[in-house]
């Protein structure tokens, strides 16, 4: 079983990126997120997306992300819109990898890590 992130790159502020991440194996009943680090930082929460599609947050991406979850595909997305050179970082698909539970947001929660995907934001 693996996570297999794709989709970061080199953009101007403004402009927008689409993360993609992968799961082989189990992939409807369970919870995927978006973590980041950026250099000199601790890793970060950015967004989440249960099982049944409830989404969440961190204040910083609000209204300019938007995750979301294809379950046949068995791939979750990460839209990022009205970048600011503050996204920056690596960017880390995760789980936890239990069925129909609810996962945390913190990274001590996370069981399962993709290898993760740079974004680089110019100003």
């Known amino acids: 079983v693996q996570l297999q992130a794709s989709g970061g790159g080199l953009v101007q502020a403004g402009g927008s990126l689409r993360l993609s991440c992968t799961r082989s194996?189990?992939?409807?009943?369970?919870?995927m997120g978006w973590f980041r680090q950026a250099p000199g930082k601790e890793r970060e929460f950015v967004a989440d997306?249960?099982?049944?599609?409830?989404?969440r947050y961190a204040e910083s991406v609000k209204g300019r992300f938007t995750i979301s979850r294809d379950n046949p595909k068995s791939t979750v997305y990460l839209q990022m819109n009205a970048l600011k050179p503050e996204d920056t970082a690596v960017y880390y698909c995760?789980?936890?990898?239990?069925?129909?539970?609810?996962?945390?947001?913190?990274?001590?929660?996370?069981?399962?890590w993709g290898k993760g995907t740079q974004v680089t934001v110019s100003s």
């Open positions: 995760a789980t936890n990898g239990r069925s129909y539970i609810r996962q945390g947001t913190s990274v001590d929660d996370m069981r399962e």
């Open positions: 194996g189990r992939f409807s009943s369970l919870d």
């Open positions: 997306i249960s099982w049944n599609s409830t989404t």
